[in-house]
């Protein structure tokens, strides 16, 4: 069946550390992938999306992601992490390529200390 | 950009009543609209796919009965859960697909929570 894997449910990190978040796919194909972020409150927010090309994405709040075809894994990272980053993270792949069935991971609730 | 509200955040209701959340796309018009639930600490699940205008697509599992979808409208969905029992207490998330967000890209609501007594 086709999954979603976030292996750290709970990641915390001092602020202005870097980050990394892990997300792997269990696909043949190269599938639509997303980073999502939840806070309380609010809907989930787009970070960035890979849909083909350059496998080292950019996206919004100074976060980047990169494919790895060979790992089946799009991990997020950021350089410098900010306090306002603590929040629900959601790595979440279509597998349909049709933009219509997002197949979500279990998320990754990161906290920043200060 | 995109933007889609929901209403009720959050609803406390007794066991055994119907409980409707509205999903609207404010500033584009939604083809297609996604209802997902997610459990405390739990991933998102989808529930169904609604297209304006035509009956819902639910997923394996979901009982359709039990959770009535309509998307009457290029920008309103709805999502009643009917005869609510404790056990269909969750957050639920609904999506839009449109012009604006994009044909792959979902703008996502901020949740109602259901809580049922």
């Known amino acids: 069946a086709q999954s979603v894997t976030q292996p750290d449910i709970h990641i915390t990190v001092s602020e202005g550390a870097s980050l990394e978040l892990r997300c792997n796919y269990s696909y043949g194909a190269t599938p639509y992938l997303f980073w999502y972020v939840q806070s309380p409150g609010q809907g989930l927010q787009l970070l960035l999306k890979?849909?083909?090309?350059?496998?080292l994405v950019q996206g919004i709040k100074g976060f980047e992601a990169e494919f790895k075809r060979s790992q089946s894994s799009f991990n997020l990272r950021k350089p410098s992490v900010h306090w306002s980053d603590a929040a629900e993270y959601f790595c979440?792949?279509?597998?349909?390529?049709?933009?219509?069935?997002?197949?979500f991971g279990t998320g990754t609730q990161l906290k920043v200390e200060l | 950009g995109a933007v889609v509200s929901q209403h009720p955040s959050w609803v406390i209701c007794k066991s055994g009543t119907s409980v409707k959340i509205e999903c609207r796309s404010l500033d584009f018009q939604a083809t297609t609209m996604f209802w997902y639930r997610q459990f405390p600490k739990q991933s998102l699940m989808l529930m169904a796919t609604?297209?304006?205008?035509?009956?819902?697509?639910?997923e394996q599992g979901v009982e359709k009965d039990k959770f009535l979808i309509n998307h009457a409208s290029l920008t309103l969905s709805t999502l009643t859960v009917t005869s609510a029992h404790p056990e269909d207490s969750s957050f639920y998330i609904c999506?839009?697909?449109?012009?604006?967000?994009?044909?792959?890209?979902?703008?996502f609501g901020a949740g109602s929570r259901l809580t049922v007594l």
């Open positions: 979440a792949v279509d597998f349909t390529g049709g933009g219509n069935k997002l197949t």
């Open positions: 999506s839009a697909r449109g012009s604006l967000s994009g044909a792959n890209v979902l703008t």
């Open positions: 890979y849909f083909s090309g350059d496998t």
């Open positions: 609604s297209n304006e205008g035509s009956k819902a697509t639910y």
